[in-house]
């Protein structure tokens, strides 16, 4: 599991030859965006940029080092991007784009009329002037996720798991019917134990949680799967890592989010029959040192480590 990517503020002359390698404009690089250099592990990958008007935001200027492209590394630019245009107060974002619609489909955007742009985004010299009027028009909303990216204390992670054919139609159909986001609850109890859950579906104890059910936020999915799973209620749960989480069996590849959630425990009693009908919870527990067989090692030890 790696640390994701990074976005640094930049100039111009840092971002200008990847732009000219991705043939994106450059004529209007004068200060009206604000720029960034994509890194992973030290490593420069790719730059973007944002251009913030109150509670709307152009995304542009998204571009990947071509020696680092076919690596998903577009992918995670633009939704470390996403955080960052969520930090700054943005709610919706636009973008022009003459060849990438399908790939920014994949990333949520919706492709509208120019007519229904604001007029800030409107007045822009890449809407104005640099984009032809054959450039496609996109919409995004920014949600829950893009809004945990914009929280320094949130860690940022991304995790590349390989699934046989099986798994990988099981997590495919999920995720296509709109089911992509996970959590889990790190509970404590006064004494510091952690709660930990094995369940018929991983391999060692995991923390409990689960999906996020559709018209349910991160906070309430993650209190209702605790309970659910354990028969213990979280106190305030406060959003600690976020997991960009890949599948693939190979040649295909779908991709979810994995939050997690840290809080104490209100009442520390534990079901007598945890989960709940058809749902195979085999055994819960509370340890006060982490078992060998742990899913999501790292990163619950990174958290619990921080607190």
Request: glycine share 12%; hydrophobic share 40%.
């Amino acid at each position: 599991m790696d640390r994701g990517v990074s976005l640094d503020r930049s100039d111009p002359a840092d971002v200008q030859p990847l732009l000219e390698a991705a043939e994106l404009p450059i004529e209007d690089l004068d200060g009206s965006a604000t720029l960034f250099v994509a890194e992973v592990d030290g490593e420069r990958i790719g730059c973007c940029g944002l251009e913030c008007y109150g509670d709307v935001a152009l995304v542009r200027s998204v571009a990947v080092d071509p020696v680092a492209r076919g690596e998903g590394h577009g992918t995670a630019v633009c939704r470390a991007l996403f955080g960052e245009a969520a930090r700054g107060g943005a709610d919706v974002l636009y973008l022009l784009t003459t060849d990438a619609a399908g790939f920014f489909e994949r990333l949520g955007f919706e492709p509208v009329g120019r007519e229904e742009v604001p007029e800030v985004i409107r007045g822009t010299r890449e809407f104005s002037e640099l984009c032809p009027e054959s450039a496609t028009c996109m919409r995004r909303a920014v949600d829950e996720v893009d809004r945990l990216r914009g929280e320094p204390a949130v860690a940022q992670h991304r995790q590349r798991i390989d699934l046989d054919p099986g798994e990988f139609a099981d997590v495919a159909g999920a995720v296509e019917s709109g089911i992509d986001r996970w959590v889990g609850g790190l509970v404590r109890s006064s004494a510091g134990e952690v709660l930990l859950v094995r369940n018929g579906w991983s391999d060692g104890w995991v923390i409990p949680g689960g999906k996020v059910e559709d018209g349910e936020s991160l906070h309430e999915a993650v209190e209702r799967e605790v309970r659910e799973e354990t028969g213990v209620s979280m106190g305030e749960p406060e959003p600690v890592a976020l997991v960009e989480q890949t599948f693939t069996d190979g040649e295909r590849e779908v991709a979810g989010w994995f939050v997690v959630f840290a809080a104490g425990a209100d009442g520390e009693a534990l079901a007598d029959d945890p989960g709940v009908e058809n749902e195979e919870i085999h055994e819960v527990r509370w340890f006060d040192r982490l078992p060998e067989e742990l899913e999501h090692r790292s990163v619950i030890e990174r958290v619990l480590s921080d607190r």
